[in-house]
């Protein structure tokens, strides 16, 4: 949410609030009582540590930056230290998990053209924001399969690794090359398929490699 949106629902709000003081309280709604009290939803149930230093956030589908990848769920994320600073170790360095409902087809095809779409929806929108040109053509994403990657929590896991060219948009506006690694797994105690995606710039022999693998160990699909 913008500061320009988030201003005019707070005006929106305050509006409401002073127009309900100037009038009688109506009496309640029954249902809108329940409602009100109704528990919340229960938070995904796979276990992810947010590391000292890392910082985190959560979106849930369909993503509005992206809203043509027709996926259900939450993507969760986990930010290097230092992500926005081109001189820094875990400059734009970062990894994401989407928790989805369902069995969504998640292979070679599938993961690039829905990688594209986020990469290519987040940049455009954030570029929008900033005032900054970028050329719609210049995003690509190319992974392949990737062999050697052990079961996760006894569960098969189908490995890729490849590239994605798009722009920093938040920092400095100039093209962008980022290494991938992405982990596909079932998860059948929480019913969930998980997409977990690795990204860089720096190369993979790189220390915050070290850092983003142990991002991927630490998340647990499900509680024993």
Known sequence: ????????????????FAAGCQTAAPRPDPA???REEAPAPAAPAFEWPKPEGWKTETIPFPLDFAPEIKLQGVEELRFAPGMFKPEAPG??????????DGEPALGQA???????????????????????????GHFRVAVRPSS??????????????????????FATGKPLSLNLEVWVWDCPVAGKRVALVLASPRPTSEPIWKDLA???????????
């Open 148 to 169: 050697g990657a052990p079961a996760k929590e006894g569960h098969t896991v189908q490995a890729f690794a490849g590239t994605a060219e798009l722009y920093d948009a």
């Open 32 to 34: 809108e009582r329940d």
């Open 91 to 100: 400059y734009w360095s970062y990894a994401f998990a989407w928790w989805l």
């Open 214 to 224: 142990q991002r991927r160990d630490e998340l647990l699909c499900h509680k024993y």
């Open 110 to 136: 599938e993961l690039e053209r829905s990688l594209l779409s986020y990469f290519q929806g987040l940049i455009t929108e954030v570029s929008k924001e900033k005032g900054r040109k970028i050329d719609p």
């Open 1 to 16: 949410m913008t500061d320009t949106t988030r201003a005019a629902l707070v005006a929106a709000a305050a509006l409401a």
